[in-house]
C-alpha cells in the first residue's frame, strides 16, 4: 500500500500565519503537523509516500522533510498546479499511484490513535474504499456519510445544507484503483472543484462497496487559528510527559506535565503543565501554561502566556497576560504597562507594542 499526502493548498484561513509558511509545518506541541502524519504512516508500514505540494509553499515543505528517511518513509514529490480539490489531487499523483491501493491522508488533519488498524481491515477487505468517520456537532462545515449498521456506507453529500446525518469524512481515506475510473467520471462542484465525496459517491453508484469505521479518538482539522490551538491543547493532553533537560532555578516551580528542552534557562517563573518549551529559550520573571507550546530559542520575560502556541525565536516582554494565541517565528510583542489579556494572531517577523 502507498500513502498520498496532501500538502497542498494556500491556508488562506490560517493568515497572516501562511502568508509566510505552509500550515501544514505550523507546529503542535513544537512539532510540525505534517510530522505527525508521517509518523503515523510509517508505523502502519506504509513507506512509499507520495506528498502533493502547490508552488508556493512546496520548497518549505521538502525543505523539512528531506528525503523522508527521518521519518523511516521514501518520498515522492508531487506538484498540483493549483488547488483543485481533494479528487484532483488524486488526478494528480495518478503517475505515483499506478494500480497501488493507498491511503491518502490530509497534511493539516491529526487523530489520536495510530491508522493501522484501518490499514489492516482494509487490506483484508474487498472493498473499494474505506472512510473514517466522526460526529461532528456542525455537519453542514463537512462531507457527511450516510452508513447503515454494519458500517457500510449508502450516501455521501458534501457540505450539506440540510445534513442527513452527523457523521463526517476524517481526512484519512483508504483507497484501491477504482477509485481513478471514478474521479475520471466525475465534474467539479459548484465551487470548481473536483470533490472526493462526489468520487466515493460514483463508487457507490456504479455498486462498489464502501466501508466506514467510526472513529472514538480526537480527530482535529487545524484548518483555522482556534483549531490549531484546541488542537495543541488536545496533543498536549494527551501525550506531553514531564522532562526537564534544561536549567531550573530554586526560586521557578513546574507543575505537572511539563517538558523544557537542552539549553533553556527557567528563572524566577511558575510553569504549569500541559505545556511544553523548546530548547535554548529564557523563560524569566513569568507564568507560563497550562496548554502552551513555546518552540526553540524563544525568550518570555515579565510576562503570563497561556493557551498558546509560539513559533521559533519569539519574544514576549512585559505583557500582562497573552492567551488564545498563535505568535509566529521571530515575532515580538512588548507592553509599557498595559493591563488586561491579549488574543493575538501574529504572521512572521511582526512587532507589537502595546
Keep these: 500500500m502507498k500513502g498520498l499526502v496532501l500538502s497542498g493548498g494556500r491556508g ?3 493568515r497572516p500565519i501562511t502568508h509566510t509558511a505552509a500550515k ?3 507546529p503542535v506541541a513544537n512539532k510540525p503537523i505534517l510530522f505527525f502524519v508521517l509518523e ?40 498540483q498546479d493549483r488547488p483543485g480539490g481533494l ?31 484501518f490499514a489492516n481491515r482494509f487490506t483484508g477487505s474487498q472493498a473499494a474504499a474505506l472512510i473514517l468517520l466522526k460526529p461532528v456537532d456542525n455537519p453542514s462545515s463537512f462531507g457527511i456519510a450516510i452508513a447503515d449498521p454494519s458500517g457500510r456506507v ?3 453529500v458534501e457540505k450539506p445544507k440540510d445534513p442527513p446525518s452527523n457523521l463526517a469524512l476524517v481526512g484519512v481515506y483508504f483507497f484501491r484503483p477504482a477509485i481513478h475510473d471514478a474521479i475520471a467520471k466525475i465534474r467539479p462542484s459548484p465551487r470548481g472543484e473536483l470533490e472526493i465525496t462526489d ?24 484548518g483555522k487559528k482556534d483549531d490549531l490551538l484546541a488542537a495543541n491543547t488536545t496533543v498536549l493532553d494527551s501525550w506531553c510527559t514531564r522532562d526537564i533537560q534544561g536549567q531550573v532555578d530554586a526560586a521557578s516551580k513546574l507543575a505537572g506535565r511539563v517538558q523544557v528542552g537542552a539549553g533553556t534557562v527557567i528563572e524566577r517563573s511558575r510553569v504549569r503543565g500541559p505545556t ?17 507550546s513555546i518552540a526553540d530559542g524563544s525568550s518570555v520575560i515579565r510576562s503570563i502566556v497561556q493557551h498558546a502556541v509560539l513559533l521559533d525565536e519569539c519574544r514576549i516582554e512585559g505583557v500582562d497576560r497573552i492567551e488564545d494565541s498563535l505568535i509566529g517565528r521571530n515575532a515580538v510583542v512588548r507592553s509599557n504597562g498595559t493591563h488586561g489579556a491579549l488574543r493575538l494572531s501574529l504572521g512572521d517577523d511582526s512587532e507589537v507594542e502595546i
Aim: with cysteine; proline share 4%.
Design 12 to 14: 488562506t484561513r490560517l
Design 24 to 26: 501544514q509545518l505550523v
Design 40 to 79: 503515523n504512516l510509517a508505523h502502519a508500514g506504509v513507506t512509499d509516500v507520495g506528498i502533493v505540494i502547490a508552488p508556493e509553499t512546496g520548497p518549505a515543505i521538502r525543505a523539512a522533510v528531506g528525503s523522508g528517511s527521518s521519518f523511516g518513509v521514501k518520498v515522492t514529490w508531487i506538484e
Design 87 to 117: 479528487a484532483h489531487a488524486v488526478k494528480t499523483s495518478h503517475a505515483f499511484l499506478k494500480d497501488s491501493p493507498f491511503v491518502m491522508y490530509l497534511g493539516d488533519n491529526l487523530i489520536g490513535t495510530r491508522i493501522t488498524e
Design 154 to 156: 449508502i450516501k455521501l
Design 199 to 222: 468520487a466515493i459517491q460514483q463508487l457507490l453508484d456504479s455498486g462498489l462497496p464502501v466501508e466506514s469505521h467510526v472513529v472514538q479518538e480526537w480527530w482535529l482539522d487545524t
Design 276 to 292: 511544553i518549551i523548546g530548547k535554548n529559550c529564557r523563560i524569566s520573571d513569568s507564568t507560563i501554561g497550562p496548554f502552551t
